[in-house]
């Protein structure tokens, strides 16, 4: 397998491994998940090398051959990664309406406690199969771009069923973090031999500003590091949202970026 420039990519392809079929080309590695044809990010393409201007209809083209053509789809989903210093043009896909997300990713070794430590959070590892409706709630979100209210929460269903398919093959774990006895902010971890990646990590509504999810994470980390110091922690973030200053706030250290660009039929996957 191609060797990665970014801890992102790689434990992204980790998690595509478990779910995924995957397929490696010259240029490009084509992951598809057949049980999920409308999960943009199960049927997507991963490009070994960063666009130049020029590029943009050969990889529509490549998107097209290897997951479907993007009209009859409804969306066209293609990923980079980056090395240091290294740059790239995605002009041309945003003159035709792509949208792109550049995200950082974190490591860490070490982690520091948090200023806003909530010590009334209760932190255990739980039963995922048997909270999906607690999870669902967790992560549903008001601004969610790809569908109507029943389409998403269908979609974190089925995202919840995937990830306990994978606790139950004990490559996955999730852990809670409870106020009043509900959920109120939740994480997952798959890994491998070197590292240990976090997975959809989110907080109801009702219990944001508390630091929850702070308190969440660092005290796992915390917890993980200590069982195996030999571990790098590694998460994934939007350079723009406020997550990624939340991690770094407890010891994450932003190294790379993985850079997504997406395209979408609205009349598929609009809001209603």
């Given at each position: 397998?191609?060797?990665?420039?970014?801890?992102?990519?790689?434990?992204?392809?980790?998690?595509?491994?478990?779910?995924?079929?995957?397929?490696?080309?010259?240029?490009?590695?084509?992951?598809?998940?057949?049980?999920?044809?409308?999960?943009?990010?199960?049927?997507?393409?991963?490009?070994?090398?960063?666009?130049?201007?020029?590029?943009?209809?050969?990889?529509?083209?490549?998107?097209?051959?290897?997951?479907?053509?993007?009209?009859?789809?409804?969306?066209?989903?293609?990923?980079?990664?980056?090395?240091?210093?290294?740059?790239?043009?995605?002009?041309?896909?945003?003159?035709?309406?792509?949208?792109?997300?550049?995200?950082?990713?974190?490591?860490?070794?070490?982690?520091?406690?948090?200023?806003?430590?909530?010590?009334?959070?209760?932190?255990?590892?739980?039963?995922?199969?048997?909270?999906?409706?607690?999870?669902?709630?967790?992560?549903?979100?008001?601004?969610?771009?790809?569908?109507n209210e029943?389409?998403?929460?269908?979609?974190?269903?089925?995202?919840?069923?995937e990830f306990?398919?994978?606790?139950?093959?004990?490559?996955?774990?999730?852990?809670?973090?409870?106020?009043?006895?509900?959920?109120?902010?939740?994480?997952?971890?798959?890994?491998?031999?070197?590292?240990?990646?976090?997975?959809?990590?989110?907080?109801?509504?009702?219990f944001r500003?508390?630091?929850?999810?702070?308190?969440?994470?660092?005290?796992?980390?915390?917890?993980?590091?200590?069982?195996?110091?030999?571990?790098?922690?590694?998460?994934?973030?939007?350079?723009?949202?406020?997550?990624?200053?939340?991690?770094?706030?407890?010891?994450?250290?932003?190294?790379?970026?993985?850079?997504?660009?997406?395209?979408?039929?609205?009349?598929?996957?609009?809001?209603?």
């Amino acid at each position: 397998m191609h060797k990665f420039k970014s801890l992102g990519t790689e434990t992204n392809i980790l998690m595509d491994s478990f779910l995924a079929n995957i397929v490696e080309k010259d240029e490009y590695i084509v992951i598809r998940t057949p049980e999920r044809l409308n999960y943009f990010w199960g049927n997507y393409i991963l490009m070994k090398d960063p666009p130049s201007r020029g590029d943009y209809e050969q990889w529509v083209n490549i998107f097209d051959s290897e997951i479907g053509k993007r009209t009859e789809r409804g969306y066209c989903a293609i990923t980079f990664d980056l090395g240091v210093n290294e740059t790239f043009d995605i002009s041309e896909f945003l003159e035709d309406g792509f949208r792109v997300e550049v995200d950082k990713i974190l490591t860490t070794n070490k982690v520091v406690e948090p200023i806003k430590l909530n010590s009334e959070l209760i932190i255990k590892e739980y039963d995922l199969s048997k909270n999906i409706d607690s999870y669902v709630a967790v992560h549903f979100d008001e601004s969610w771009a790809y569908g109507n209210e029943d389409e998403q929460k269908e979609f974190l269903r089925e995202q919840a069923i995937e990830f306990s398919s994978l606790v139950d093959k004990n490559v996955a774990k999730r852990f809670g973090g409870y106020l009043n006895g509900k959920l109120a902010t939740d994480l997952g971890i798959y890994w491998n031999d070197n590292v240990i990646r976090f997975n959809s990590i989110s907080t109801h509504p009702s219990f944001r500003r508390l630091g929850a999810c702070s308190t969440l994470v660092y005290k796992v980390s915390k917890n993980l590091l200590e069982k195996d110091p030999s571990k790098t922690l590694v998460m994934q973030a939007d350079e723009d949202y406020h997550a990624a200053l939340i991690y770094e706030s407890i010891g994450f250290v932003p190294r790379e970026k993985v850079v997504a660009i997406e395209w979408k039929d609205d009349s598929k996957f609009g809001n209603d």
